[in-house]
């Protein structure tokens, strides 16, 4: 956007727009909508996608590596996270066979939604001033580069846990007994409507609520991070360099790093809380009413 003069509305809202299929990359038009599943993202497609491949070739370097012997640092943090997933693994689901399935798929949540949530810390405005400038040649462009601040990407996360948790449902109980207990739990079979619509909601929610929780945190920590890049902004077109306000700078860089300090643990805490309900969610299809 050189050469134009915009305001922190402006920044703040060329930067929440994704690169979507239907932008207009010429003059740099998104969507103004939050979400909007008519089109794609094309930019969130390919950070996930790239993140995964990332996380998929870290994970198999680990295993790989791995030594009966003393082990590395690498190794021995990758030991340190795989015992954290299985024991809670083992302590939600009782399954022992679904188990061999459920904690890896938990360690390749947590992995790949770290890795995405992690573009975060990244400047704001890094990849997409490359993008602009050195690739496209267009200062309009958009392009976002952190995946889970895109509810498309967080929703279709949550829905594959759905998939799974039905399937689970399928396998343990029947289709049968599953479609028994939809119409007569949780208050008997001679409220079979209210029972099929409660379950319906549930589900409906369980799966809105997983998507939207991660959505939200790490929407809401892009918006800080652009927020205090606009400080910067601020102390950089405050007037010459005689007269560059330093409280300004210092507030900047303090709140900068103070913010970016805690959001590691927002970035950790989200990957884990995403993985925690969907072993929660999993381990209720294994459970009969």
């Known amino acids: 956007m050189a050469g134009d003069k915009i305001t922190a509305t402006d920044y703040i809202t060329h930067h929440l727009q994704s690169l979507t299929s239907l932008s207009d990359v010429t003059k740099g038009q998104g969507l103004d909508n939050i979400a909007d599943f008519s089109f794609i993202n094309i930019d969130a497609i390919f950070f996930s996608v790239l993140l995964g491949v990332i996380g998929s070739f870290l994970l198999l370097r680990g295993a790989k590596k791995a030594t009966a012997g003393v082990p590395g640092r690498f190794q021995a943090a990758v030991e340190i996270l795989f015992e954290f997933v299985d024991d809670m693994c083992k302590s939600i689901i009782h399954n022992e066979q679904s188990r061999k399935a459920i904690a890896p798929l938990g360690l390749t949540l947590f992995v790949w939604i770290f890795l995405m949530n992690a573009m975060d810390m990244l400047p704001v405005d890094l990849f997409p001033w490359l993008w602009q400038n050195i690739i496209t040649g267009n200062h309009h462009a958009l392009l976002r580069i952190v995946p889970t601040a895109d509810l498309n990407t967080?929703?279709?996360?949550?829905?594959?846990?759905?998939?799974?948790?039905?399937?689970?449902?399928?396998?343990?109980?029947?289709?049968?007994?599953?479609?028994?207990?939809?119409?007569?739990?949780?208050?008997?079979?001679?409220?079979?409507?209210?029972?099929?619509?409660?379950?319906?909601?549930?589900?409906?929610?369980?799966?809105?609520?997983?998507?939207?929780?991660?959505?939200?945190?790490?929407?809401?920590?892009?918006?800080?991070?652009?927020?205090?890049?606009?400080?910067?902004?601020?102390?950089?077109?405050?007037?010459?360099?005689?007269?560059?306000?330093?409280?300004l700078f210092g507030f900047h860089i303090l709140a900068g790093l103070a913010w970016a300090i805690f959001h590691i643990l927002v970035i950790t805490l989200q990957a884990f809380i995403f993985m925690a309900l969907a072993f929660v969610y999993i381990g209720q299809a294994h459970d009969a009413h």
Do not use: Q
């Not at 049968?176 to 208050?187: K, N, Q, V, Y």
């Not at 809401?220 to 652009?226: D, K, R």
């Open 154 to 247: 967080t929703l279709a996360l949550a829905i594959g846990v759905l998939v799974i948790c039905i399937y689970y449902n399928i396998k343990i109980k029947g289709v049968r007994g599953w479609i028994h207990e939809l119409f007569s739990a949780p208050f008997g079979a001679k409220l079979a409507p209210a029972n099929f619509l409660l379950n319906l909601v549930e589900f409906l929610s369980k799966t809105v609520s997983h998507g939207m929780r991660l959505f939200g945190n790490m929407y809401a920590g892009e918006l800080v991070f652009l927020l205090i890049a606009l400080l910067g902004g601020a102390w950089a077109s405050s007037g010459s360099v005689e007269v560059l306000d330093p409280i």
